[in-house]
């Protein structure tokens, strides 16, 4: 059974505890950044980063507010940059955890081509062209832990479990929430496993917070593959 983590903007401090967690679990190296005056620390996503706090102060109905948004892969149930590779040395879907993994073999694939197949623009390359993203802590999944991002969260605004007890807490989580902001959604829950619950209309939170139609997506190779099915493999089209 596939795994799913429940993100709640509406309780989310933008403490980045989740952040800093990324970083240590994965030992990853700081960033050099600079002033920009905004809070949101780095400015992007990197190969280096995997998790980003995003931090936007927006007029929503005649009020400002100051909304968070902790970006990450969404690891998607039908995953475009899976497709897209179409090499599971390079590319594949965990089959306990349903986390999508990459490799180093990553670096043989066109880094531009999965990067721009990503509705959530996602994936990060470094200079050799090998592909990074978040890995839904995998390693600590399969050893019975949750991600890190989950447990340094002191909020409890990210929740970890099986896909079917992960959207019974969103639905019954939303319906609490739509008390106080009544255009409270999730976000493409039945296509992704990193699901978010937002108070307002997603476009306040971040570029790519929902699904992009503005994205390459599927190629017309990618297509075909998935049309013809088992014969797309004989056939490397």
């Known amino acids: 059974m596939s795994k799913s983590i429940l993100i709640d903007t509406t309780i989310?401090?933008?403490?980045r505890a989740c952040?800093?967690?990324?970083?240590?679990?994965?030992?990853?190296?700081?960033?050099?950044?600079?002033?920009?005056g905004s809070f949101q620390n780095p400015q992007d996503l990197s190969f280096n980063t995997y998790k980003l706090v995003r931090m936007n102060e927006e007029i929503v109905n005649n009020r400002l507010?100051?909304?968070?948004?902790?970006?990450?892969?969404?690891?998607?149930?039908d995953a475009p940059c899976l497709e897209t590779a179409f090499d599971e040395t390079a590319i594949y879907r965990d089959p306990a955890?349903?986390?999508i993994?990459?490799?180093t073999e990553t670096k043989k694939l066109d880094a531009d081509e999965i990067i721009s197949s990503c509705p959530y623009n996602i994936p990060r390359k470094?200079?050799?062209?090998?592909?990074?993203k978040c890995d839904m802590c995998n390693d600590r999944v399969h050893n019975g832990l949750k991600p890190a991002c989950v447990t340094a969260c002191p909020t409890g605004a990210m929740q970890f479990g099986d896909r079917e007890e992960i959207l019974a807490i969103a639905q019954k989580r939303l319906g609490k929430?739509?008390?106080?902001?009544?255009?409270a959604m999730l976000l493409n829950p039945d296509e992704v496993n990193v699901i978010y619950l937002v108070g307002h209309d997603p476009k306040f939170y971040a570029d790519y917070a929902v699904a992009s139609t503005n994205k390459g997506g599927l190629s017309r190779s990618?297509?075909?593959?998935?049309?013809?099915?088992?014969?797309?493999r004989m056939m490397k089209v």
């Open 12 to 15: 989310c401090t933008a403490c």
């Open 19 to 36: 952040q800093v967690a990324c970083k240590q679990w994965h030992d990853l190296p700081a960033e050099k950044t600079t002033n920009v």
């Open 65 to 77: 507010e100051w909304l968070f948004f902790p970006d990450q892969c969404r690891h998607c149930m």
């Open 97 to 99: 955890t349903g986390a």
């Open 101 to 103: 993994l990459y490799t």
């Open 126 to 132: 470094a200079a050799d062209g090998t592909l990074a």
């Open 177 to 183: 929430v739509k008390q106080k902001f009544p255009n």
């Open 222 to 232: 990618v297509a075909l593959r998935k049309m013809m099915g088992p014969f797309a």
